[in-house]
Structures are given as C-alpha cells and as structure tokens.
C-alpha cells in the first residue's frame, strides 16, 4: 500500500499543476473563441484532473494521518470526477495514438500563420504526441489507484 500511496501522490502534484496549465490555457483561449465544445473540453474535463489530483490528495493526507478525517464529500468526489478525468484520459489517449501515427498528415491539415525553418515539425508534433499519451495514461493510473485507496479507507474506516 506503501507503493500505491507513493505513485499516488506523484502522479497527483503532476496531474494537479499540468491540469492547471490546461485549464489556464482554456480560459485564455476561451477569450479568443467563445465555443461550447472548447468550454466543455478545456474547462470542465481539464479541471475535473485539477479537482481530482486534490481530492486524492486529502486521501492521501487522511490514510497517512488517521487523525485528519476524510470530508464527506472526497469520496464522492474522488469518485464522479474520477470518471470524468478517466474519459479525458481515454479520449485523449485515443487522440494522441493517432497523432503519433500520422504527424505528417495532422501537419498538412493544420493551418500555422507562419512556416517555421529549420524546425522538423514531424518530430515536434510527434513529441507532443508522446507527452499527451503519457500524461493521459498518468491520469488514467492516478484514478485507478484513488479508487483503490479509497475502497481500502473506506473498509479500514468501518473496521
């Protein structure tokens, strides 16, 4: 369990300050692009990581100090935006195998305001490519692991 809290933890802060970053980044886009599907992805599913990553946290901080009581509303938190971080997870898991795969053709696609010299923007893409998959698959272990933490709290509570 030692483990488990451990990875937990880290890959709770990375979640917490990259959500950040992306939730920040929506709101700023927002202002150039009112656009519901822009709100709906880079808000409210970004944001369910940031209030995710800090639900699991206060679980962490309860198990490793059983003097802090967990709030009533962290479970069912960790819970429901739980599922929600999870589908960002997925779809964006699913989006950046197929950027990895055809990085030329998501280039050809995509308008730049300015070409760019010297810069391989086929390994640039498929970098960003990369980090998305392993940031979403960090999310993606971070809610399995809450969830599996909170179940243990919770029988160890009733105990």
Same mark, same amino acid.
């Given at each position: 369990? *030692? !483990?488990?809290? @451990?990875? +937990?933890?880290?890959?709770s802060?990375?979640?917490l ?15 150039a !692009?009112?656009?519901?599907s822009?709100?709906?992805?880079s808000?409210?599913?970004?944001g ?5 990553? =800090? ?5 962490? @901080? ?8 967990l709030s @009533?509303? !962290? ?10 971080a ?14 990895i ?13 300015? *070409? ?9 893409? @498929? ?18 692991? +809450?969830?599996?933490l909170?179940?243990? =709290?919770?029988t160890?509570? *009733?105990?």
């Amino acid at each position: 369990m *030692k !483990t488990a809290l @451990k990875v +937990s933890g880290i890959l709770s802060w990375i979640n917490l300050v990259i959500g950040g970053i992306l939730v920040i980044g929506g709101l700023l886009s927002m202002l150039a !692009t009112p656009n519901v599907s822009i709100i709906l992805v880079s808000v409210v599913l970004t944001g369910s990581i940031v209030l995710h990553s =800090y639900a699991t946290l206060q679980l962490r @901080k309860s198990i490793l100090h059983p003097e802090v009581p967990l709030s @009533k509303q !962290t479970p069912v938190g960790i819970r429901f935006i739980g599922f929600m971080a999870l589908f960002f997870a997925i779809l964006n898991i699913g989006n950046a195998v197929v950027i990895i795969q055809n990085a030329a053709e998501v280039i050809q696609q995509v308008e730049l305001p300015f *070409k760019p010299e010297g810069v391989n923007l086929v390994a640039a893409v @498929k970098a960003a490519g990369i980090f998305s998959l392993l940031f979403s698959v960090g999310i993606a272990v971070n809610v399995l692991l +809450s969830i599996r933490l909170l179940r243990w =709290y919770m029988t160890r509570e *009733k105990e």
